[in-house]
């Protein structure tokens, strides 16, 4: 079952509420009216950047590979006279 997102033609309250796909009004969640009407919303296209705990950590994980490698170049570079 889907949300829909619904506002009342009584008290003017927004709502969201999970109907059956047939259902074209829900009873208001403020005043109880049935007088609703379903709207049609907009939806968040997903972002360009994943967002959350798994990217932060291979963030953190990426940040330290490339800090080694650098150590790593430097070390390299100091044995070899310091170009």
């Not at 999970?18 to 919303?41: I, Q």
């Not at 932060?56 to 070899?80: F, I, M, T, V």
């Amino acid at each position: 079952m889907p949300i829909y997102e619904f506002e009342c033609e009584g008290c003017g309250e927004r709502f969201e509420e999970l109907v059956a796909v047939g259902v074209e009004a829900a009873p208001c969640t403020a005043c109880g009216s049935t007088r609703t009407r379903r709207l049609l919303s907009a939806f968040a296209p997903p972002g360009r950047q994943p967002r959350g705990a798994r990217v932060r950590s291979d963030e953190s994980r990426r940040r330290e590979r490339e800090a080694a490698r650098g150590e790593r170049l430097a070390a390299a570079k100091k044995r070899r006279g310091g170009e």
